[in-house]
């Protein structure tokens, strides 16, 4: 239905009325669906597991006065839920004790599987009466070590908590429990027109209750938002077992303070989120992908700013890549760019109601870059096989540099105009030490994903990254964390991005709501110095 | 340039493909800017001044054990800020000591005027110390009595914080003091090809730190999202005057809980916000608006379902006006309908980035719903100050049925299917013991504004509406307060639309954060029962 186009460096002539197209010039068929996220089953990295030591060792933190669980503790545990939902072993909880990537690894002996409300709360309240530590934990698809324990802290897994209770079709919302899997919840309201407005390569396996633990961001908040907006409602069970129902699913409710809040991006230290009512758009008609090429990246800048004025509302994702970025994952990945090589990349995705409107809006802009001269090259894909091609160039950026060795990740929000000049300063800082120094991300939220790799983990260049890294960060007045959280690896650098005053505040909080501190310890909030 | 268009009952025939146009049918010209909320000159109704008891009286509330202002304090007040900005006086305090409406009057004998925020923590500081109340006020347009006195509360105005600091163009976000008004900073804003993501009828009036402390919502909820999604930071004091700094200004910041969002729709209770940083969207190229006539609830219903769909990511409003309300501006304001009379009547804009598109998707959604027959008769508006005239219609309502005498106010939400069934049951309900009983409001927000006009207040019909209207709105899993808060007038309803749980956290955040009690006392949270 649709002619062809590719923008080209020397002739930004205009393409043809009818330039969306099909891509044709992949090389190879996509492999097995991965992303740049942890897979349905979870392995992990072959390169990363050998070397993942204890993140207690690793890290060098002190264990809570907590109890240890007994046997009497089991027994509570199995009659509660049963012996196949109070789960013992170290090879089942393989898993469950360590992140994706191998990078930090607990020693939980314990792991539940409620698979309601009543459930958690009866878990909470036991486990805060007899002063057992717990970690939450969804999908375990987290990047900052938090949804792993650290020592021994019992596992309440959310993953049975899958049942979707309603959708309203009138105002769009769903009402659901926390296990729900992002990707099986978006396929199941898209029955009904509409679209959960959170996509992350880790789809397949995150949980939604996770999502709005982490207050998870992703590839469409330049679209929809973030969670704070999105979220109408949740239920939690707070540490002492007590259940906190926010589960509104009105899309206005301005009656008191409005805590669900507290629990959005608080990574289970408050609470255990248990469900989640989500307002979702219409589900779009129609969705174009760009995938341009350029030469520098002012020039990147300036495509953004034609985008954001030209594609208007219909704009829904613009991400960047670097050169060093696709170069890994057509090395290691063997995937092949559609366009000829250039410094950076963007995508370009639009979501309308409106497929020749879309069509025209993304012409126009496509037409004014490149007789402008800012973008070089570029191909645009309609057929959903095709832009998921496209996507993994992006998605997969992350598993293709874990291939060097040891990744030194960092998700940080920076002001656009120095929003890649973090990149430049930071290889040139870390010199020959390293393998790659590569950044993307989604540019369109100012969130850039800065990755280091080197063959092996380096206690020495994690030193010159950290906290070069998050001063830089705050002297641009960006945030140390744009949407991976603090969790276990970033929560003593929290100060770069709060101040001293929040930071006491959100101790009071938690000292309010979780008083003997069972909840995720040794997360979000910095180690406390010793007396 | 576009010709002109009038749908008709009888014949729904599709309109020709240059339909839109300015409104030809206006009778006179739009009276002065006054809309359905406060003027920028304060003049309480005449109808409702003269009737307006102390609130303390009205509300039977007792007051609080705070220190009286003294002359040594009002010294260290001149001391601070100079004698034109600490202001005492009967005469001189009138318009702050009471609300627009005249609703609610407290006796505060001193108005403080602060420019900075180390004055506002100056003045909390000190207030703190000497155990003096205080009452938080901006534009005083509230409807529900949170933004004035009560007894003798020192009101702290943020009328001359009224700085833009910046504004980032790249990435669209604007950061100002509390103090500017929501139209002025708009305009500000509009410069550089941005708008406020809110937008309501006082906007002439209200002050963006008192629609973050409210969490107001206004017209465009339906496109942009409310504020916890748009507000990227602020900057609170706290009653201990310590200043509490929030202020992030990029789109993602995962660093620790989000302590912003208590202070948005807290109403004064936990801080005086002092700046906000905002996510403003591109300003819309073009905007549409149609003004439907309908024959029942169930057409409006249709017809919502379809707008959602076709007019998709264009569609910034969707409001309902019944009939009552549109004879209501007809008869006291002198506003002619543009349409023939109708049980109901929606406005349905469009804001869009290209004039061509947003015509054609609105020329084929009013196609569809005049074939299908759900609407009945339409005009559609482009021109500015056409538009302005029909908007005038919806934003007026509330101005016109208060010339009734008294009106019994509630903003609540409800879901789209029941969403007008309380009108009619309230009317039958109430009889002949009232005026009017009148439904409008935010119908794509689920919001709907329900008013009841007397010809004076009556303790017995307040009580045949509440808690009546309350008990309704929870059974069918409403809010009792859409978007206008609890204030003074609906705190003690709190329990219908939040749980046991979720009042004790609230009220113990208020004592972690306010151990006094010294901000905004009174409103929000529900009175304590005397032991």
């Known amino acids: 239905m649709l002619g062809g186009w590719q923008g080209r460096v020397a002739r930004p002539s205009p393409p043809p009325p009818h330039f969306l197209t ?67 072993g170290e090879d089942e909880l393989e898993r469950h004790n360590m992140d994706w990537m191998g990078s930090v690894r607990g020693a939980s002996p314990l792991l539940l599987r409620p698979t309601t409300t009543r459930e958690v709360s009866s878990i909470l309240t036991y486990c805060n009466q007899h002063n057992l530590a717990v970690c939450p934990q969804g999908g375990n698809t987290g990047i900052v070590g938090g949804s792993v324990p650290v020592f021994d802290e019992v596992i309440v897994s959310t993953s049975l908590m899958n049942q ?94 409005d805590l669900k809040h507290l629990f959005i991006g608080s990574e289970g230290t408050l609470g255990i989120v248990t469900k989640v009512a989500i307002s979702c758009p219409p589900r779009p008609a129609a969705v174009n992908l760009a995938f341009l090429g350029l030469s520098s990246f002012e020039d990147t800048l300036s495509t953004y700013k034609s985008a954001r004025s030209q ?61 402008t001269g800012v973008v ?41 105009p120095v929003f890649y000049k973090m990149v430049e300063d930071m290889r040139r800082h870390l010199g020959s030490d390293i393998v790659r120094c590569c950044g993307f991300g989604h540019m369109g939220d100012g969130n850039l994903h800065l990755i280091v790799t080197a063959r092996q983990f380096d206690e020495d260049v ?20 744009a949407e991976h959280g603090l969790g276990l690896k970033k929560r003593n650098y929290i100060h770069y991005s709060k101040s001293e005053a929040s930071i006491r505040l959100m101790k009071q909080v938690k000292q309010l709501m979780d008083p003997k501190g069972i909840l995720n310890p040794y997360k979000v909030l910095p180690e406390e110095k010793m007396k």
């Open 164 to 257: 979707v209770e309603s959708v309203d079709t009138w105002s769009g919302v769903v009402t659901c429990q926390a296990g729900c899997v992002l990707e099986a919840l978006d396929q199941h309201v898209a029955q009904f027109g509409l679209i959960i407005p959170l996509d992350l390569g880790a789809k397949g396996s995150c949980q939604i209750g996770g999502n709005v633990s982490t207050n998870a961001g992703g590839l469409r908040v330049l679209r929809y938002g973030g969670l704070h907006g999105s979220v109408l409602g949740l239920e939690a069970v707070l540490a002492s077992g007590e259940v906190m129902d926010c589960l509104s699913t009105v899309k206005k409710d301005n009656t008191g303070y």
């Open 462 to 481: 994690l030193n010159r990254i950290v906290p070069t890294l998050f001063e830089w960060t705050a002297q641009h007045k960006g945030s140390i964390s």
């Open 311 to 371: 594609l208007g509302e219909i704009l829904s994702s613009f991400e960047l890549i670097d050169c060093v970025g696709l170069d890994s994952v057509e090395e290691k990945l063997k995937l092949k760019s559609p366009i000829a090589k250039h410094p950076f990349y963007v995508l370009v995705e639009t979501s309308g109601s409106n497929a020749d409107h879309d069509e025209e809006k993304l012409h126009n802009f496509l037409n004014g870059v490149l007789k």
């Open 22 to 88: 099909s891509l044709l010039h992949f090389a190879s068929p996509p492999p097995h669906h991965f992303a740049s996220s942890p897979p349905r089953h979870f392995h992990t990295s072959p390169l990363q597991s050998d070397r993942c030591e204890l993140t207690s060792k690793r890290y060098r933190i002190e264990r809570g006065k907590y109890s240890q669980v007994s046997e009497a503790h089991l027994q509570f545990f199995r009659d509660l839920l049963g012996p196949h939902r109070a789960i013992v």
């Open 376 to 416: 070089k090259d570029g191909t645009v894909v309609t057929e959903p096989s095709r832009m998921a091609e496209v996507w993994s160039l992006r998605e997969r950026v992350y598993e293709a540099l874990m291939m060097d060795g040891y990744t030194y990740e960092h998700d940080i929000s920076l002001p656009l």
